[in-house]
């Protein structure tokens, strides 16, 4: 079993910086990307960035030049800062794994709960 745990997410002003952190863990497996998504109220789940072990990091439109995400101290965990925040901004913060089990040939993807942003204008 693979778990996700995002942390980090709380109330920002407007043209400030939050810094959120996942941490993905599992008996056996090997972590290939994790991701960062969010979701607004009444849209849909867009993909905010990637941090893959063998492909290039990748953004957003949307948060190029003020979001960056990078690999955090431990194993198989992650960063994403965000600078420079907008109200648009706001939304749950999701953190997906994209992993791999050798054991038993298998593979996939496990989210976390979540943590919620909110940027005040």
């Known amino acids: 079993q693979v778990q996700v745990v995002e942390s980090g997410g709380g109330l920002v002003q407007a043209g400030g910086s939050l810094r959120l952190s996942c941490a993905a863990s599992?008996?056996?497996?090997?972590?290939?990307?994790l991701e960062w998504y969010r979701q607004a109220p009444g849209r849909q789940r867009e993909l905010v960035a990637i941090?893959?072990?063998?492909?290039?990091?990748n953004y957003a439109d949307s948060v190029k030049g003020r979001f960056t995400v990078s690999k955090g101290n431990a194993k198989n965990t992650a960063t994403l800062q965000m600078n420079s925040m907008k109200p648009e901004d706001k939304a749950l913060y999701y953190c997906?794994?994209?992993?791999?089990?050798?054991?038993?040939?298998?593979?996939?993807?496990?989210w976390g709960q979540g943590t919620q942003v909110t940027v005040s204008s």
């Open positions: 941090l893959g072990s063998s492909r290039p990091t």
């Open positions: 599992g008996n056996g497996i090997t972590i290939n990307a």
């Open positions: 997906a794994a994209d992993w791999i089990y050798y054991g038993e040939p298998s593979a996939g993807r496990a």
